[in-house]
């Protein structure tokens, strides 16, 4: 059986990753924010959702980094994949919304906001399971 430290350095590369990219993000909603404000409002607050959220993310990957094999850290990971599909599913709806903009196929829309939902019931639903695991 491997320890937690070795079980825990990918996702701790991972994460590393996972921040450059979210300064990337910080970047990419500054710019937005500034440049496009002409924008429909709902468009603009969903990418300050976005980062929000996105925000919380990272500190919850960086909280269960901090912690990895203790029982706090045990105690995040379930939030966690709440927080991912509060991610997941605007953006999935998002591309729903243009796919239909773009090519006026409401059946195609329909299919992607389907499986957007189902991947946010499963994201609470997992959350529930791992949460009742103690």
Same mark, same amino acid.
């Given at each position: 059986?491997?320890?937690?430290?070795?079980? *825990?350095?990918?996702?701790?590369? !991972?994460?590393?990753? /996972?921040?450059?990219?979210? !300064?990337?993000?910080?970047?990419?909603? *500054? @710019?937005?924010?500034? #440049?496009? /404000?002409? =924008? /429909? #409002?709902? @468009?603009?607050?969903?990418?300050?959702?976005? &980062?929000?959220?996105? #925000?919380?993310?990272?500190? &919850? =990957?960086?909280?269960?980094? /901090?912690?990895?094999?203790?029982?706090?850290? #045990?105690? $995040?990971?379930?939030v966690?994949?709440?927080?991912?599909?509060?991610?997941?599913?605007?953006?999935?709806? *998002?591309?729903?919304?243009? $796919?239909? @903009?773009?090519? !006026?196929?409401?059946?195609?829309?329909? $299919?992607?906001?389907? &499986?957007? *939902?189902?991947?946010? @019931? !499963?994201?609470?639903?997992s959350?529930?399971?791992?949460?009742?695991?103690?």
């Amino acid at each position: 059986m491997p320890s937690v430290e070795l079980a *825990f350095c990918p996702m701790l590369f !991972g994460v590393f990753l /996972k921040t450059l990219l979210y !300064g990337v993000l910080m970047l990419q909603a *500054f @710019i937005y924010q500034r #440049t496009y /404000k002409s =924008d /429909k #409002t709902w @468009i603009r607050c969903l990418v300050g959702y976005l &980062f929000f959220v996105e #925000t919380l993310n990272t500190a &919850f =990957d960086w909280g269960t980094m /901090k912690r990895w094999g203790a029982e706090r850290a #045990t105690r $995040i990971v379930p939030v966690n994949h709440v927080v991912m599909v509060m991610i997941s599913t605007p953006v999935q709806l *998002f591309i729903a919304w243009r $796919i239909k @903009i773009i090519s !006026g196929s409401s059946r195609l829309a329909g $299919i992607i906001a389907f &499986f957007a *939902f189902s991947s946010f @019931i !499963g994201g609470f639903a997992s959350t529930v399971v791992t949460s009742n695991c103690d």
